[in-house]
Nanobody, 120 residues
Framework: QVQLVESGGGLVQAGGSLRVSCVAS????????IGWYRQAPGKQRELVAT???????NYADSVKGRFTISRDNAKNTVYLQMNSLKPEDTAVYYC??????????????WGQGTQVTVSS
């Protein structure tokens, strides 16, 4: 079982920066990958960035060069540094973790989300 809590969202001007954080608890040692998704009103949730237990990262094309995902294993925390923010980045940002069950089948865990609003 994994619990995720996001924080750091808020209102920022276009071109500005914001960093959101996700603190994981529970069976954190079993997490294969952790990352960020976002969902805008009326749209499906989409991948933003992920980082694996081995440190491999991947990003959505829309955020490459602007966003950076990182982690602090000692604090069980993953960060998403968002630079050069655009109004289209406005969404609820969700932390996601993938971890195996006792049956070696991965399942997804989700945080409650944190709102990021970018004004034009």
């Amino acid at each position: 079982q994994v619990q995720l809590v996001e924080s750091g969202g808020g209102l920022v001007q276009a071109g500005g920066s914001l960093r959101v954080s996700c603190v994981a608890s529970g069976s954190t040692g079993s997490i294969n990958a952790i990352g960020w998704y976002r969902q805008a009103p009326g749209k499906q949730r989409e991948l933003v960035a992920t980082i694996s237990s081995g440190g491999t990262t991947n990003y959505a094309d829309s955020v490459k060069g602007r966003f950076t995902i990182s982690r602090d294993n000692a604090k069980n925390t993953v960060y998403l540094q968002m630079n050069s923010l655009k109004p289209e980045d406005t969404a609820v940002y969700y932390c996601n973790a993938r971890a195996p069950t006792a049956w070696s089948i991965n399942r997804n865990y989700w945080g409650q989300g944190t709102q990021v609003t970018v004004s034009s």
